[in-house]
DNA sequence: CCACTGATAGACAGTTCTGTCTATCTGCTA
DNA sequence: TAGCAGATAGACAGAACTGTCTATCAGTGG
């Protein structure tokens, strides 16, 4: 008899197996975990269902369709990765912010399931350049580049243009080389970075 | 009446509409392409035999199934990029080879039916580590490596070991930025490893 | 003339996938 | 108590995909 039997609300769930959140939020974490493991060819809307206890009629009046589920997850992703980026960059100097997002991009080469950039992902399975998906990854990759952009200028880069598009480079080399070889790409890449701005 | 008709064979051919070369080279022609243009897993079977003219007994008694069929595409790609590699390099000198090399990555990008690398591609699209094409992609990274490392010492850099795995990020910078945002990336990428080089 | 090889055409089985629909259940609220 | 909103369970249709198998045909060599 736990003391916590007094919230009124959600005591069943202590004793259900995992229904943590709101079933879109469950539906949400599967197909997120799934699509970037397997792929989202790979992965079909039944395993998403199973894995996350829910059933079809809700995944369909969630999220319309699983091309749209596709267009959430890619969402998600960036919406996550906004964040992480911008924390992990908040308090240090401007000028220094360019190569310490490089060092965040070396800790998630480390991580055990890095598989590569879900992004660019989606943009190789899907090659339907209509897809909803495909719109979300283009807006981030703007973001990105405005980034490079802003962190080249505080840097102090004689020419921001050029070096921006140098480090999108450097990013996006840093990830699909270490999706293939291992991390030390991306620190190849940080390294390179470096050089770049110290000039 | 044209005087070829010497040729005692093949001078049906100039009837028919196509059938330029054996069956097993027409499927692998035209999974090649497809498997390029829409992905492996988006294109089925019958797309190609439909567009290969052949018959599904051919191809699978040609490669004996689907995944091999994709390995067989992998294969070819990799024997045209050293041919092609090779070539480009040939007729200049040792230290100018890995610059000369991201010109043709320049040229490729500008290709108007770019659209990446197909290694990386069907890496991306078949997770499973055991996929036959995956350990034949995984011999082209290798080859790759050994190329840049032989350049840049050519090159005289300070540290081949280190000046090589630069290398390999600036090319899959260069090819994957570029598939999203345009050939510019690789040019920005060539520019780069002229830097990479200088010192 | 016959046998063999290699190719075509296509039916077929078996699976998988997306998306719709019906029936049922539960908790909340009027 | 009645009704409603949201979720579950699963049948079902329709399509697509891989792989097998049979029947047929054309060319070639003995």
Partial sequence: MPPKSRQKTKNIQRIEPAPPASVRERLLDTADRLFYREGVRAVGIDRVLAEAGAAKASLYSHFGCKDDLVAAHVERRITDARARIEAYVADIPPAERALRFFDLVVEWAKSPDFRGCPLHHVVVELSDPKHPARAVAAKQRQWMHARFLEWA???????????????????????????????????????????????
């Fill in 153 to 199: 200028r505080a840097a102090g880069a004689p020419n921001p243009a050029a070096a921006a598009g140098a480090l999108v480079v450097l990013f996006d080399g840093a990830v699909t080389a270490s999706e293939h070889d291992g991390p030390q790409r991306a620190r190849d890449a940080r390294w390179m970075a470096g050089q770049l701005l110290s000039h």
